[in-house]
T-cell receptor, first 112, second 114 residues
Framework: SQQGEEDPQALSIQEGENATMNCSYKTSINNLQWYRQNSGRGLVHLILIRSNEREKHSGRLRVTLDTSKKSSSLLITASRAADTASYFCATDGKAAGNKLTFGGGTRVLVKP | DTEVTQTPKHLVMGMTNKKSLKCEQHMGHRAMYWYKQKAKKPPELMFVYSYEKLSINESVPSRFSPECPNSSLLNLHLHALQPEDSALYLC?????????????FGEGSRLTVL
């Protein structure tokens, strides 16, 4: 079953702009991860944020977590055409038996 | 080596065929996973092996049969599939099955059932 809902479902931006996508989830979590998937390929891990953390950075990526609102956001700064992909949040928590459950994903198109 | 290798990349099979998908990793990971992904949908967990033992079966139909011959290999045996089973099948591995582990994914096997 799907734990996370992502918003927007699709996003189209110009190269150089920032891309922001959000993930909301229903039950309490231990960790939240973000993954990228290029069309028809495997998923690649981007970043993990633990439930006691509020913000993490990795290169051009910034992730926030608000456990009171059960939501997370992923910001990609200065986007590049190579950032065109689908982005999935994934959560684990006791309610799901610590299994990693993926959200619906946001499809990002970065136009050159 | 941080790769998970899946074969074949593409597979077309009839509903009466028997085929297998294979997955291999040499990262010393002790948890391996099969996910199914339909177009424009998130991956859905099918099976988890932990230390070569089946840990999780997400109520997957018996026409899908997983096998973990050793800590590096994971197979998914397919028999009497239905057209709705056509999907991208992703294998993944992680250090172990503890929460908060990063999953390393293969490129997937795209299955078409005629």
């Amino acid at each position: 079953s799907q734990q996370g809902e992502e918003d927007p479902q699709a996003l189209s931006i110009q190269e150089g702009e920032n891309a922001t996508m959000n993930c909301s989830y229903k039950t309490s979590i231990n960790n939240l991860q973000w993954y990228r998937q290029n069309s028809g390929r495997g998923l690649v891990h981007l970043i993990l944020i633990r439930s006691n953390e509020r913000e993490k950075h990795s290169g051009r990526l910034r992730v926030t977590l608000d456990t009171s609102k059960k939501s997370s956001s992923l910001l990609i700064t200065a986007s590049r055409a190579a950032d065109t992909a689908s982005y999935f949040c994934a959560t684990d928590g006791k309610a799901a038996g610590n299994k990693l459950t993926f959200g619906g994903g946001t499809r990002v198109l970065v136009k050159p | 080596d941080t790769e998970v290798t899946q074969t074949p990349k593409h597979l077309v099979m009839g509903m009466t065929n028997k085929k297998s998908l294979k997955c291999e990793q040499h990262m010393g990971h002790r948890a391996m996973y099969w996910y199914k992904q339909k177009a424009k949908k998130p991956p859905e967990l099918m099976f988890v092996y932990s230390y070569e033992k089946l840990s999780i079966n997400e109520s997957v139909p018996s026409r899908f049969s997983p096998e973990c011959p050793n800590s590096s290999l994971l197979n998914l045996h397919l028999h009497a599939l239905q057209p709705e089973d056509s999907a991208l099948y992703l294998c993944a591995s992680s250090q172990d099955q503890l929460a908060g582990r990063e999953l390393f994914f293969g490129e997937g096997s795209r299955l078409t059932v005629l």
